[in-house]
């Protein structure tokens, strides 16, 4: 298994900007140093809580800074940009990493950034793969480009001069372009069958139940076998709630503290997703009542926590429940104490990744 890092940074709305941006990037720093393979940023434009509001932006502050980690837009929101704006941005983003690029994508969840930008009645599934589709096909394709769609134009016929350079969308360092993932939060997502059958990857949300969590392989080795394309559990990331401490008793206090991040992190998706009429992501299942359904149980379920040897056992159980995966993105959560914060990512990666590893290849002989 490998670690890696996502983060849906959700703050305090009275912490200081600069300081919860300054944090959030050295918790990708320190990803970077440990050895995390990948680490994804999410971006929302109307969110006080969620206030990174351009994972381009972000990830462009981290390029010249990191050293080897993969960095990832987790997600860019499709609906909310013009085609052509994506695709330029994410060409020259590619480039700063040098190739370090995962371009995760989706329709976006939140439902004020729909309203502001305009969209909140489209539809923005439809919307999404107009979208993509055109950046695919700029990347792919010459000036004058001509891509005629339902949301979107995409032509400089009329300014092109191609012997000076006008006119010309830059395409990315990969080639044909990153890869691409898309973030997988619906049961049984038809959208992660999809995604594979055009050869992209799947990661599940950290605020899904575990049935959930695991019905999306199914759902993505029927899109796989769709194309001929090999299945392998190495591409499904699925990220997870984590808090490592040196003891029980302080990862016990600071992951269920009702001041604590991790509970005012499912306080602030409780609340948005219940608002939204997507209560069934914190279902254990279908049929279940909306009452059952309280902050108390969602953190019990969804975060585990205790020391190094504690969170391994866990993980490991979690992973025989939902099937073999290739990278566990553990989730960022705001740093209320500074110290504890990054020491639960150093012993993450430095006493539960070797031990859960370490199990798995005995498991193996």
């Given at each position: 298994m490998k670690l890696g890092?996502?983060?849906?940074?959700?703050?305090?709305?009275?912490?200081?900007?600069?300081?919860s941006l300054r944090e959030d990037r050295e918790a990708f720093l320190l990803a970077d140093e440990l050895g995390f393979t990948e680490a994804y940023v999410g971006e929302h434009v109307t969110d006080k809580a969620e206030n990174i509001t351009s994972s381009i932006a972000f990830i462009a502050?981290?390029?010249?800074?990191?050293?080897?980690?993969?960095?990832?837009?987790?997600?860019?929101?499709m609906p909310n940009t013009h085609p052509a704006a994506v695709a330029a941005s994410i060409a020259m983003l590619d480039h700063m990493l040098d190739g370090r690029f995962i371009f995760g994508i989706s329709p976006g969840g939140l439902l004020s950034d729909a309203e502001i930008f305009?969209?909140?009645?489209?539809?923005?599934?439809?919307?999404?793969?107009?979208?993509?589709?055109?950046?695919?096909?700029?990347?792919?394709?010459?000036?004058?480009?001509?891509?005629?769609?339902?949301?979107?134009?995409?032509?400089v016929?009329?300014?092109?001069?191609?012997?000076?350079?006008?006119?010309?969308?830059?395409?990315?360092?990969?080639?044909?372009?990153?890869?691409?993932?898309v973030t997988a939060v619906a049961p049984f997502s038809k959208g992660v069958t999809e995604a594979a059958a055009r050869g992209w990857d799947p990661i599940s949300a950290n605020f899904l139940m575990p049935a959930w969590?695991?019905?999306?392989?199914?759902?993505?080795?029927?899109g796989c076998e769709r194309m001929n394309r090999t299945v392998d559990p190495a591409n499904w990331r699925v990220a997870k709630s984590v808090f490592v401490a040196k003891d029980a008793a302080t990862a016990r206090a600071?992951?269920?503290?009702?001041?604590?991040?991790?509970?005012?992190?499912?306080?602030?998706?409780?609340?948005?997703?219940?608002?939204?009429?997507?209560?069934?992501?914190?279902?254990?299942?279908?049929?279940?009542?909306?009452a059952e359904v309280t902050l108390e149980s969602i953190c019990d379920k969804l975060i585990i926590h205790?020391?190094?040897?504690?969170?391994?056992?866990?993980?490991?159980?979690?992973?025989?429940?939902?099937?073999?995966?290739?990278?566990?993105?553990?989730?960022?959560?705001?740093?209320?104490?500074?110290?504890?914060?990054?020491?639960?990512?150093i012993l993450m990666a430095e006493k539960v990744l070797p031990r859960i590893n370490a199990a798995g290849a005995g498991a193996s002989t």
């Open positions: 890092f996502f983060t849906m940074p959700i703050h305090p709305l009275d912490k200081d900007w600069r300081q502050w981290l390029a010249a800074a990191t050293k080897q980690i993969k960095l990832g837009t987790g997600t860019v929101n305009g969209n909140l009645d489209a539809d923005r599934n439809a919307m999404f793969l107009e979208a993509i589709n055109q950046v695919l096909e700029i990347w792919a394709g010459k000036p004058p480009y001509d891509l005629q769609g339902k949301y979107w134009n995409v032509s016929r009329r300014t092109l001069i191609e012997d000076i350079g006008q006119g010309i969308v830059a395409r990315p360092l990969q080639t044909p372009h990153p890869p691409i993932v969590v695991k019905s999306h392989w199914p759902k993505y080795v029927e600071y992951a269920t503290a009702p001041d604590g991040p991790y509970v005012y992190y499912y306080h602030q998706l409780f609340t948005k997703l219940k608002r939204g009429g997507r209560l069934e992501l914190f279902k254990t299942r279908r049929d279940q009542p909306d205790g020391t190094p040897e504690s969170v391994a056992d866990q993980l490991l159980s979690f992973q025989q429940e939902i099937g073999p995966f290739g990278t566990l993105l553990y989730a960022g959560k705001d740093w209320k104490d500074r110290e504890l914060g990054r020491q639960s990512m």
